[in-house]
């Protein structure tokens, strides 16, 4: 373990062995000589030094130290342990017997080359030296086995000298490989650069989903949030109501117990009194001693009291008993209409305002639109309707509403014909009027969902987004919330679908709008039309 450690500081961070003639740099750090020096002279040619491992810069060639104690240290290791000395590069081709690093390759000779041998080396120019290479055979022409130093721009391959004057590449126009490399480094660093561009608007782009989803898992946090604490708060009122309503039925009981149980208490003496009594006259009727009987006081007296005292002293129990046989129903109810406070709490805790009253505005519509008196429904005409010519009026088949939205949140619902063409939307009033650019949706100054060749688009600002399922309700619902930036789009269905969510900072009024294309298909007029639904129907 120690030994590997040790082996691992004394290798050299270029050649990766152990160091061989150890040199150090003024920033501290050790190379071998020669690794050190084949670096330097591919410095040179730029002018600008530094060390390869730290990466400090020296205004001229630094100069070499020997790391003389370093240098000690690597061989008495290699002596000890000879056995895990690998070389791990090219070595040189003519060091048998120990191998060397090699620093240079020769084309001519297929030898690669360590320091020794490279200063004693031909420097003759056909002996082309170039960085260690094991395939030096690539360098060379298979033909001719000289070194490739020309590119055929008609063939599109590496050719020597050889085969460009008596080969089969002669009379083709050639290069340098140096220009050609050159030329298709410049085409790759264009290529790298649109794609660097295009990677740089593929994050922007992750940068932007990632946000919208961090807002609508916010959105929805505090929409679930929302509705928790609503319904929370349903709940508590309703206790609260159950607990009034049973604590003022438990009252009534009890109080209207204790009259009828005064009452019973009342009854049951008179009855008693009624039952001695009829006692007693059985028992005179049952004399036969007439003295006896005709003694008796006057038999006035064993009348019922309330039969000698007219008609208000009889009705009395009687009204009692009537007026005690209901619990009084009409507190209850007043109780209980509390309840529809709490209904209409919970429209107003998801809705800020009710349904929008959208009206359409004629001084907007386009004359192939038939606009009703109700300003509701429009509909596509064949016929010019010759409206007053006016800056606002559109010049196709649109129209405006009269009201326009700077705040709040907002709905309302369109029914459309289904075999028909149209957009839906809202825009700003300074949107264009006349040209292509005018269509809801194709501006900075609109949204829209569109039903166009059987396909459903939202778009603005021209740029199309393909909704992927088909709309098969003749009815969609349109949710503004100025002050959040967004307008979605619902299909009523069952359940309510949503379609799409434009998000942006609205900075106009927003005014709702719509548009109806050509009623004519293939020849043949069909009914064409739009509505904004009432909501009394």
């Known amino acids: ?132 290479s094991t395939s030096l055979e690539k360098r060379k022409c298979s033909v001719h ?68 989803r961090r807002k609508a898992q916010e959105k929805a946090a505090g929409e679930a949030e929302r509705v928790t604490a609503l319904c929370t708060d349903i709940r508590r009122r309703v206790d609260d109501l159950e607990k009034k309503v049973l604590s003022e039925i438990s009252r009534q009981e009890k109080e209207e117990s204790l009259s009828l149980s005064a009452l019973i208490h009342q009854l049951e003496i008179k009855k008693d009194e009624l039952s001695r009594k009829m006692r007693h006259i059985e028992e005179l009727c049952n004399m036969t001693d007439p003295l006896t009987v005709l003694q008796e006081p006057d038999t006035g007296d064993l009348c019922d009291p309330e039969e000698e005292g007219g008609d208000e002293d009889t009705g009395g129990h009687d009204k009692q008993l009537h007026d005690g046989d209901d619990l009084d129903v009409a507190v209850i109810s007043h ?90 939307g809202m825009c700003y009033p300074s949107i264009d009027r006349r040209g292509g650019q005018s269509y809801i949706g194709n501006n900075k100054k609109s949204w829209s969902l569109w039903r166009y060749n059987n396909q459903f688009l939202v778009i603005h600002d021209s740029k199309e987004i393909q909704l992927h399922h088909q709309i098969s309700s003749d009815r969609v619902r349109i949710c503004l919330d100025y002050g959040a930036g967004q307008l979605s789009f619902y299909e009523l269905c069952d359940p309510i679908r949503h379609l799409h969510t434009f998000t942006s900072t609205f900075t106009e009024p927003l005014h709702a709008a719509f548009c109806i294309f050509s009623g004519i298909t293939e020849g043949r007029s069909i009914e064409n039309w739009l509505r904004i639904r009432n909501y009394n129907n």
């Open 145 to 212: 086995k000289k070194i490739l130093e020309y590119y055929c721009t008609e063939d599109a391959v590496c050719i020597c000298v050889s085969c460009s004057l008596a080969g089969e590449h002669r009379g083709h126009r050639v290069e340098m490989l140096v220009e050609t490399s050159e030329k298709k480094k410049k085409e790759l660093r264009n290529v790298f650069q649109k794609l660097n561009t295009k990677r740089e608007e593929t994050e922007e782009k992750i940068r932007s989903l990632e946000e919208r």
């Open 335 to 424: 109780t209980l209409h509390t309840l529809c406070e709490v209904i209409s709490g919970i429209r107003s805790g998801i809705y800020v305002e009710g349904p929008a009253d959208i009206l359409l505005d004629v001084t907007t519509a386009s004359n192939n639109l038939q606009i009703s008196d109700d300003l509701k429904t429009a509909i596509w005409s064949q016929m010019n309707r010759n409206y007053p010519e006016r800056a606002e009026r559109f010049q196709y088949p649109q129209v405006m509403s009269r009201r326009g939205f700077t705040l709040g949140c907002h709905y309302w619902d369109v029914e459309m014909s289904r075999s028909g063409e149209w957009i839906v």
């Open 1 to 132: 373990m120690a030994s590997a450690i040790l082996r691992d500081e004394l290798l050299c961070s270029i050649c990766l062995s152990v160091f061989k003639d150890p040199v150090m740099l003024r920033c501290g750090h050790n190379f071998c000589r020669v690794c050190i020096d084949r670096v330097l002279d591919t410095q040179d040619e730029s002018g600008v030094y530094s060390c390869p491992e730290c990466r400090e810069k020296f205004q001229e060639r630094p100069a070499l130290m020997r790391n003389l104690y370093l240098h000690n240290v690597a061989e008495r290791f290699l002596i000890t342990q000879p056995e895990q000395e690998e070389i791990t590069g090219i070595c040189c081709t003519y060091c048998v017997d120990s191998p060397v690093p090699a620093v240079r390759s020769c084309l001519h000779c297929e030898a690669s080359l360590c320091d020794k041998h490279l200063r004693s080396h031909s420097k003759s120019p056909e002996h082309v030296l170039s960085d260690p």
